[in-house]
């Protein structure tokens, strides 16, 4: 088996180098051949960091990297930056060793298997328990508005959606709790339009993902059909993180079936529509959680009493002085809140263990709270 030679790699990444001072941004694919287990060691200043450095190694080696431009301005200069994006998916890995060497860096060795097909993972349950397992198996709050054909009051779809998902291992709540939120004058409907109230809502019961959306079923006569009926269902859903609103999904899918009952063929076409949107759900959710156990991902911080002029010095800090931050995006500033952005390579241990008690300037950083994609903390004088 042949793998690209690390000179060749050197001579890409120069080369995208001296394209970006030409024209940005510059995209470049270098492939790799897929095997199926390789051994990889990474390297960081905890375990974790070095584990995840592993996992990239692991996939640029087994299926490629994408090397890209990103321009920062720095002092009224242009600086250039190559930033590097694994283009694969870790299926499976085994650690095989981890050491601390005396000047702090840790080393992990790891069997792993990569691929570049979503679908293996999917369908993989050993690969999903594990990526389940990475993300703390967070817990997903399903409300759709949904109508089968006369009845506002079903659950067709919403159950589906928790079948199909509680069956890969997702942490899935029951539909009894929209009936609850029902009889506490919820309305479903309204929150579509009003996405900050759902996340609010789903925060309420604990949870750190939202898939949320609605349904419609009719049911049509059809001479080619005789007496029996042609249900069509239409569902529309999104699924998005509680913490800190971001969509990760969202589409419609068209659901139809034939009944002699006009309301069964309608329930039979919500649950048709249900099931593609629940595997879309769950491809692309996978989807997103393995890409960022091979690069980095969104933690949110949200920032208490921060004063203006300590804005500045909070994300240099970051930005500069965070191992494992690749990138720090401002998100809002208001009341003293300071919420930002982290494309983040290590894990929530490592990242408050760092952040909590840190002094800077005249104040301290100090963790009052967490979830799985972000801290909330405050400033200490």
């Known amino acids: ?78 600086e250039d ?41 999917v369908q993989d349950q050993i690969a999903l328990d594990l990526l389940l397992s990475w993300v703390k198996h967070p817990r997903f709050m399903v409300m759709i508005d949904e109508q089968n054909v006369d009845d506002p009051n079903t659950t067709i779809a919403e159950t589906e959606i928790g079948r199909i998902m509680g069956g890969k291992g997702f942490d899935i709540y029951s539909p009894t709790q929209t009936k609850a939120l029902k009889e506490r004058n919820v309305n479903l409907a309204q929150l579509q339009d009003d996405p900050a109230a759902a996340v609010a809502l789903a925060n309420e019961f604990g949870a750190e993902y939202l898939v949320m959306g609605n349904a419609r079923s009719i049911a049509l006569t059809n001479p080619l059909l005789g007496s029996r009926f042609s249900g069509q269902g239409n569902i529309t859903a999104q699924v998005i993180r509680a913490d800190n609103a971001q969509i990760l999904a969202q589409e419609t899918f068209h659901g139809k079936a034939t009944h002699v009952d006009p ?42 009493g921060v004063a203006y002029r300590d804005k500045r010095l909070i994300i240099n800090y970051l930005k500069n002085e965070v191992e494992g931050v690749q990138a720090v995006d401002q998100r809002s500033f208001a009341a003293g809140l300071l919420t930002v952005a982290l494309q983040y390579g290590g894990s929530n241990e490592d990242l408050g263990g760092v952040l909590d008690g840190h002094a800077l300037g005249d104040f301290t950083l100090y963790i009052s709270g967490e979830t799985p994609n972000g801290f909330d903390l405050t400033v200490e004088k």
């Open 1 to 78: 088996m042949n793998t690209i030679p690390n000179t060749v790699k050197n001579t890409l990444i120069t080369t995208v180098k001296a394209r970006i001072r030409k024209v940005l941004p510059v995209l470049v694919f270098i492939p790799g051949l897929a095997f199926s287990q390789l051994i990889v060691e990474g390297h960081g200043t905890t375990r974790d960091m070095a584990l995840s450095d592993a996992k990239r190694n692991a996939v640029e080696q087994g299926v490629g990297v994408i090397v890209a431009s990103q321009t920062k301005v720095t002092q009224s200069t242009l």
């Open 81 to 121: 930056v190559i930033l590097s994006k694994a283009n694969g998916f870790v299926k499976n890995y085994q650690e095989l060793s981890a050491a601390q060497a005396s000047d702090g860096l840790w080393t992990v060795k790891i069997s792993a298997e990569v691929t570049d097909i979503l679908d293996e993972l």
């Open 263 to 304: 309301i069964t063929a309608g329930m039979y076409a919500l649950k048709d529509a249900g099931e593609q949107l629940s595997n879309y759900l769950v491809a692309e959710t996978v989807r997103r959680w393995s890409l960022e156990q091979s690069n980095a991902r969104t933690i949110t911080l949200r920032i208490n």
